[in-house]
């Protein structure tokens, strides 16, 4: 089961970065974020799973950077709604 974990969370963050290096997501989006953060999350927990502990640190932090930044995608989302 924990390779099914760690081969989701694989995909969510190479597919991340594939569709923002094609031009189908733009890094400040809500998607490209958001797959950066669940992707980091569920590798996060195979690190675990698997007592790998620079893995572990190496996507706590990379879920963290994707967190931050999915946050301030909600501050400019909510910025423009209030210009209307």
């Known amino acids: 089961m924990e390779h099914v ?34 992707g980091a999350g569920l590798l996060a927990v195979y690190a675990v799973l698997l007592v790998a502990w620079a893995s572990v640190a190496l996507n706590v932090v990379w879920g963290a950077i994707a967190l931050v930044e999915l946050w301030r995608v909600f501050g400019r989302a909510e910025e423009d709604v209030l210009d209307l």
Request: no cysteine; glycine share 18%; net charge positive.
């Open 5 to 38: 974990i760690g081969g989701i969370g694989t995909v969510l963050v190479l597919a991340a970065y594939f569709l923002v290096s094609t031009g189908r997501l733009q890094s400040k989006s809500y998607g490209f974020q958001g797959m950066n953060f669940v």
